[in-house]
């Protein structure tokens, strides 16, 4: 009997590796492409103070690229070998991200109101639909924190 037994655990073992490695690749596929969003929004903010697009006001623009190199820099302290407990790297992710979503709303919402030729391009349209995708993202991880909480007592 254990010739038999033994095949289903292998199946298993090599399912569960497979997987894992499918969700490491999944991972690296979101962290790598939000890094390079917000290196690419960040080299539009920084094309809009060079060129002196004056449509976004200024103090606007500098939370902008402050958000956006704290969501690098918390990034790659995630993703590099650091001494940063990971509860406060993912308290910091999270904390920027809902900054993030405020700062580059009322961003887009002043390019929009003054219809400003300047500042319009695929960068801002991006940078909109990803607000989008993360304001949902981040309302349904507040959801299941919340259910996971009032759920039970840790068991």
Known sequence: MSPTVAPSVSFLTSSLAITMLFARIATFIVVTSFLILNMWFLIHVNRLNRDSCDCVSQKLRIALQFTLAWSILTILAGVLPTKIHPLMLISSFLINLFIYIIVSTA?????????????????????????????????????????????????
């Open 107 to 155: 961003f887009i919402y002043r390019i929009e109101k003054t219809q400003c030729a300047c500042a319009k391009s695929k960068a801002s349209k991006t940078m909109s639909i990803l607000n989008v995708v993360l304001s949902v993202s981040l309302v349904v991880t507040g959801i299941m924190v919340a259910f996971g909480a009032s759920s039970g007592n840790g068991t």
